[in-house]
């Protein structure tokens, strides 16, 4: 994927009409909102809150011999439109990115124009969403608890990892 603009650990491949991106720092973390034709969305820039992924429920993507660990949620709404969420594995959290379509058309655009990189020293091997096809059930990141007072879930770590 050929990436026009880097936002951490997101990139775009800018698509044909007026694409704007627009950056919020946070404190520790931020967000980038991204307006193109058909679809908008959402892309994370990490924390303060980090969240860790249930390594049994969500899904493995490999390529070349990289493997990224994500969950991806789809919803048709009302009038043919879409929503569709993403939360990617970063070991002691995960970042996420979020997008709404205006059709199933606006929704392939932006599988085909959000990209996620894995390797931050390697930019040119970013990966299209649409790549992350496997479909969670689950309609909320499967995300770890790790309240001292309960049993760690089936499948985290017994205690959060560190950075």
Known sequence: MLCNAIFGVFCLALPMGNT????????????VSVSAQGWNATLSLGTDAPQVLNPKDIAE????????????????????????????????????????????????RALASIGFVPDYNKPRDAIAL???????????????NFDSNKKPDAGCPATQPLP
């Not at 991106?21 to 520790?28: E, I």
């Open 61 to 108: 993507y490999c390529d070349d011999g990289q493997c990224v660990h994500y969950w991806h949620h789809c919803t048709t709404m009302q009038a043919g439109k879409m929503a569709c969420d993403f939360s990617f594995d970063e070991r002691c959290t995960s970042v996420t990115a979020s997008f709404a379509a205006d059709s199933q058309e606006g929704a392939d």
């Open 20 to 31: 704007t991106a627009d950056m919020q720092y946070l404190g520790f973390g931020g967000v």
């Open 130 to 144: 649409s790549a992350f096809s496997q479909m969670s059930v689950l309609a909320q990141p499967p995300v770890c």
